[in-house]
């Protein structure tokens, strides 16, 4: 009996410790890629820095949805601040974990400073480990 649970407890532990984070995949996959995933045209966000990460998120999303219907209703599912490598060390940004009508969706953000505003992308998160 006592090695029977044993078997549970660990089996359990184990699962636990390979959970699927799909911003923790995202970070990987543009940690490889020499920071080329930066360039490209962004729709800029002209919010304070102190806007919350929420607002920011938001107005990303509205933004995107005049493209795209399928950002017509979103909810925002986890936000957390990730670090990823550039050329010159590794950058601060924001992800965000977001339910679309198309799946689940990462949003990237950071502030870039009052010229500019919040830098923004939007990429889709792998759901399966």
């Known amino acids: 009996m006592r090695s029977f649970l044993f078997a549970i407890i660990a089996a359990l532990l184990v699962g636990c410790a390979t959970t699927h984070d799909p911003i923790d995949e995202l970070v990987a996959s543009l940690s490889q ?3 080329l995933w930066t360039n490209g045209a962004v729709q800029l966000v002209g919010l304070p820095a102190t806007a ?4 920011v998120v938001s107005k990303v999303l509205d933004k995107h949805k005049v493209l795209d219907k399928h950002f017509a209703s979103y909810k925002i599912l986890k936000i957390r601040q990730v670090r990823i490598p550039s050329g010159v060390g590794s950058e601060l940004y924001t992800a965000a974990l977001v339910r679309t009508d198309s799946g689940d969706k990462i949003v990237l953000i950071r502030y870039d400073g ?5 830098w923004n ?3 889709d998160a792998k759901t399966s480990a």
Do not use: K, L, M, N
Request: aromatic share 14%.
């Open 52 to 55: 919350s990460a929420e607002d």
């Open 121 to 123: 992308r939007i990429y």
């Open 33 to 35: 890629s020499h920071v």
């Open 114 to 118: 009052q010229a500019i505003g919040w």
